[in-house]
Structure formats: structure tokens, C-alpha cells
């Protein structure tokens, strides 16, 4: 079986690319998956549509058609890695954590110590909390090869 894993959070920090670089390196059964990682982008995703006057508006159209893609991706993972990142609030993360257990999706938070406890709901909820990409890549290499 290969696992579809979607790497949702924090997009200012390379964990994404470590994680993906460790499952390689260890030959793991695995596939990325993730929402658009460039931030501009993002916030234009609905401009297509025709650029609103209204800040709320923009962003209100751009996170519909963000959405398009971050729905299906969670709706059609095996598995879900959520960072936090200490720089900026991830309310997108936060909001990607409860799709998954509303879903029943297993997923997996990455996540510095000293932010436990306004995720204490999130993590809660999660199958694991790691604090690095190694971590990460140590639990995929358990869940996917039972080694």
C-alpha cells in the first residue's frame, strides 16, 4: 500500500521538505500531498473570479477556491501531518486538525513545546504530537512499514 500523507500548517519553514526527504532517504511507502505553499498565490486564488473592493471579500473568494483543493486532499488522505509554527497563528491548521477528526482522519501534530497548551484540543483529538520532522518520519516509518 502507498500512503497519501498531506502536510497542512505553517508555510514560512522548510518541514515540509524534511519530511519528504526523510520518507525518501528511508524508501518509505508514501506520497505528499498539500495546499498552496506560496502565499500570494493563496491570496489570489479567487482573483479569477474578479477582484472584489473589499479586503473581506478577496479573502472570502480566495479561500473558496483554496478550499476546492484542501477538501479534497484531506478527504482523500490516508494520513495528516498539522504544523504549528511559532511565527504566525495557523488558524487555516487549526481549522484543517478538526476536518480530520470530523472526519475520522488519523493525523499528526508538529509542534513546538511551549504552544501545548492552546492546542490542547488540537492535540487532543490527534494520534500523535511530534516536535520535529524527524519524529514525523520515525512515525511513518512505524505506520507504514510496522518497523
Same mark, same amino acid.
Request: glycine share 4%.
Given at each position: 500500500?502507498?500512503?497519501?500523507?498531506?502536510?497542512?500548517?505553517?508555510? #514560512?519553514?522548510?518541514?515540509?521538505?524534511?519530511?519528504?526527504?526523510?520518507? #525518501?532517504?528511508?524508501?518509505?511507502?508514501?506520497?505528499?500531498?498539500?495546499?498552496?505553499?506560496? #502565499?500570494?498565490?493563496?491570496?489570489?486564488?479567487?482573483?479569477?473570479?474578479?477582484?472584489?473592493?473589499?479586503?473581506?471579500?478577496?479573502?472570502?473568494?480566495?479561500?473558496?477556491?483554496?478550499?476546492?483543493?484542501?477538501?479534497?486532499?484531506?478527504?482523500?488522505?490516508?494520513?495528516?501531518?498539522?504544523?504549528?509554527?511559532?511565527?504566525?497563528?495557523?488558524?487555516?491548521?487549526?481549522?484543517?486538525?478538526?476536518?480530520?477528526?470530523?472526519?475520522?482522519?488519523?493525523?499528526?501534530?508538529?509542534?513546538?513545546?511551549?504552544?501545548? #497548551?492552546?492546542?490542547?484540543?488540537?492535540?487532543?483529538?490527534?494520534?500523535?504530537?511530534?516536535?520535529?520532522?524527524?519524529?514525523?518520519?520515525?512515525?511513518?516509518?512505524?505506520?507504514?512499514?510496522?518497523?
Amino acid at each position: 500500500m502507498i500512503w497519501t500523507v498531506y502536510l497542512s500548517g505553517e508555510i #514560512h519553514t522548510d518541514w515540509r521538505e524534511q519530511i519528504q526527504a526523510g520518507a #525518501h532517504e528511508a524508501g518509505l511507502p508514501v506520497e505528499f500531498t498539500a495546499p498552496v505553499t506560496d #502565499h500570494d498565490a493563496s491570496d489570489a486564488a479567487g482573483d479569477l473570479l474578479g477582484k472584489p473592493e473589499k479586503q473581506f471579500w478577496r479573502d472570502h473568494q480566495s479561500s473558496k477556491v483554496n478550499s476546492i483543493r484542501t477538501k479534497t486532499m484531506i478527504e482523500q488522505c490516508d494520513l495528516a501531518v498539522i504544523r504549528f509554527g511559532d511565527k504566525y497563528k495557523q488558524w487555516n491548521a487549526a481549522f484543517d486538525a478538526g476536518y480530520c477528526a470530523a472526519l475520522d482522519t488519523p493525523y499528526i501534530t508538529l509542534h513546538d513545546e511551549d504552544i501545548i #497548551h492552546p492546542l490542547k484540543e488540537v492535540d487532543a483529538a490527534a494520534m500523535a504530537w511530534a516536535q520535529t520532522p524527524e519524529q514525523v518520519v520515525e512515525i511513518l516509518r512505524y505506520v507504514t512499514t510496522a518497523k
